[in-house]
Nanobody
């Protein structure tokens, strides 16, 4: 099982980034997918979830209306479109498959002027 996250970087407040996570080693379409993030000195926290067939999405309260999670079951990829970014969104972002205990290296997002 492998997750390769990408798309992070340095962005100014109010800017946008689109994260990608390519998954391999398991049946991607059989699992709900989530994004988590971990800021320095803090616990890893839930950001967003998309169900297997993309019918349902769920978001943490502080990203609702700004972030959008989506997936492509042909490309085995989950995305996180992040708009109106704030300094408090600064963290390492990870994707995760429900019911699998594997994590990738994550991608760093830094929101700063």
């Amino acid at each position: 099982v492998q997750f390769v996250e990408s798309g992070g970087g340095l962005v100014q407040p109010g800017g946008s980034l689109n994260l990608s996570c390519v998954a391999s080693g398991f049946t991607f379409s059989a699992h709900s997918m989530r994004w988590f993030r971990q800021a320095p000195g803090k616990e890893r926290e839930f950001v967003a979830q998309v169900t297997r067939n993309s019918v349902f999405q769920r978001y943490a309260e502080d990203v609702k209306g700004r972030f959008t999670i989506s997936r492509d079951n042909v490309k085995n990829t989950v995305y996180l479109q992040m708009n109106s970014l704030k300094p408090e969104d600064t963290a390492v972002y990870y994707c995760h498959a429900d019911d699998l205990d594997y994590w990738g290296q994550g991608t760093q997002v830094t929101v700063s002027s």
